[in-house]
């Protein structure tokens, strides 16, 4: 198991993609500097998670929930984080509520896939002449 | 996981309350090093304090205005095709690696749907963080190529970077 820790690494191409974004382009990390760069994040992540495993045994919870990680961030004096991650949550909640509206529809037709493209074209033929009406 | 009744408006005020207040007067300034930012009627916390931690002149500066700008982009994205919005979507770090490297840690074992979003959120903010005070020790020697002792000369500056000193060795001499 203790292996596997050296493995999980990031994609360097997802990192330099991080990095370009604030660095000017005529900068550059040496290659030595940008798998250095990876690992000090995946230490981040790892002490934040562990961190927030524990907020979680805290409130004697088996999963790691926002709360848990938002936290986790305060506790390690990462206080500037924590609106941006809530700004994030917001969204991604809203977000999630639109795919349930949208998923449940779809399923609760009860019709297949080829009478659901059946009507689809109704539709738009139906549109279609009333443009061509006008 | 719980459901969330609340429409979204409600929430998004419940949860940025704190940040709201904090929105409304955000002017970090460098005012001897004094940050003004507030926290609701709290005691003075100021979240922001950290910002620019062991830098001066126009480095601390440089990390101020970014997160300034961060701080200006929440604070803009009431409305829809905001920053923000496609953040969670197009997140860069993929969500499954995340979660092969917090479950390393044995005590980690169920992790909720939005956990490994919010990491490669935060873990993109310290990523760039970083990168920012890495450039600052280059550039201060005037190269464009960021070395591994910039990096190592960087963390120095702040102790939030306290939990790297096994990662990363200090002192490495400058190429």
Redesign the interface.
């Known amino acids: 198991?203790a292996g596997?820790?050296e493995d999980?690494t990031?994609?360097r191409a997802?990192?330099q993609?991080?990095?370009s974004?604030?660095?000017d382009p005529?900068?550059?990390?040496?290659k030595?500097?940008r798998d250095?760069?990876i690992?000090?994040?995946?230490?981040?992540?790892?002490?934040?998670?562990?961190m927030?495993?524990?907020m979680a045994?805290n409130e004697a919870k088996?999963?790691?929930?926002?709360e848990?990680?938002?936290q986790a961030?305060q506790e390690?004096?990462?206080?500037?984080?924590?609106?941006?991650?809530?700004?994030?949550?917001?969204?991604?909640?809203?977000?999630q509520?639109v795919k349930e509206r949208r998923d449940s529809k779809f399923k609760n037709s009860g019709l297949s896939e080829e009478e659901l493209l059946r009507q689809q074209e109704e539709l738009f033929r139906q549109s279609r002449s009333k443009l061509n009406q006008k | 996981?719980e459901r969330?009744e609340m429409s979204?408006e409600d929430?998004?005020e419940m949860?940025?309350k704190?940040?709201k207040d904090?929105?409304e007067q955000i002017d970090i300034q460098n005012n001897d090093g004094v940050d003004t930012l507030k926290e609701g009627d709290d005691e003075d916390f100021d979240?922001?304090?950290?910002?620019g931690q062991g830098l001066t002149g126009q480095y601390r500066e440089m990390l101020i205005q970014?997160?300034q700008e961060?701080?200006n982009e929440?604070e803009s994205?009431n409305e829809p095709n905001s920053k923000?919005?496609d953040?969670?979507?197009s997140h860069?770090?993929?969500l499954a690696?995340?979660k092969?490297?917090?479950k390393?840690?044995e005590?980690?074992?169920?992790?909720?749907a939005?956990?490994p979003?919010?990491?490669a959120?935060?873990?993109?903010?310290?990523?760039?963080e970083?990168?920012?005070r890495?450039?600052c020790v280059?550039?201060s020697s005037k190269r464009?190529?960021?070395?591994?002792a910039?990096?190592a000369e960087a963390l120095q500056k702040s102790d939030?970077f306290d939990?790297?000193i096994d990662?990363?060795p200090r002192n490495l001499p400058q190429q």
Not at chain 1, 26 to 30: K, N, R
């Open positions: 198991m596997e820790m999980v990031l994609p997802t990192v993609k991080i990095i974004e604030i660095l005529e900068f550059s990390f040496s030595e500097a250095m760069l690992k000090s994040g995946i230490e981040f992540i790892m002490m934040l998670s562990s927030a495993s524990e045994e088996k999963t790691i929930a926002s848990h990680v938002i961030l390690l004096e990462f206080n500037e984080f924590v609106p941006f991650l809530q700004k994030i949550l917001v969204e991604f909640k809203g977000s509520k | 996981m969330v979204n929430e998004e949860l940025l704190q940040g904090e929105g979240v922001f304090r950290n910002v970014y997160w961060l701080i929440i994205t923000f919005q953040d969670f979507k860069s770090l993929p690696r995340i092969k490297v917090m390393t840690d005590d980690v074992r169920m992790i909720s939005e956990a979003i919010l990491f959120k935060a873990c993109e903010i310290f990523i760039t970083l990168t920012m890495a450039w280059a550039e464009r190529t960021l070395q591994k910039d990096i939030m939990f790297l990662i990363i």
